[in-house]
């Protein structure tokens, strides 16, 4: 027997009654996919995004607080430094040297105060 010369009469119609392997009827539902061409991404610009905005803001907030830190520390070290090696000139040396030393020790120290 062919498909034409069967009993069974199949409509032409686009039904969406489907027979499955054991026998049962079922209604088959149309499967989404998502479509390439919309104008919307799927997900976000990670990089527009407000909580990166945000992180970024902060972290560079931070990063100027350390350096500015860092900076200050590194000043105050060179001025300690400094002071320590003046003391440490003057208990050595020679009366005249002293205030040749103390001469020179204030011409650095205003030129350092100047820089700063």
């Known amino acids: ?65 350390l350096e500015e830190h860092n900076c200050s520390l590194a000043a105050d070290k060179a001025k300690l430094l400094i002071a320590k090696l003046h003391t440490r000139h003057i208990r050595r040396s020679s009366r005249v040297e002293r205030n040749k030393c103390s001469r020179d020790c204030m011409i650095s120290r205003r030129t350092s105060t100047q820089q700063n």
Do not use: C, D, H
Request: proline content about 6%; overall charge positive.
């Open 1 to 65: 027997m062919t498909a034409k010369q069967s009993s069974i009469s199949v409509p032409k119609s686009t039904s969406l009654l489907f027979k499955s392997a054991r026998g049962a009827v079922g209604s088959s539902r149309p499967v989404k996919t998502l479509s390439n061409s919309s104008s919307s991404p799927r997900y976000m610009n990670y990089a527009s995004s407000p909580r990166y905005s945000a992180t970024k803001a902060w972290n560079i907030e931070r990063r100027r607080q």
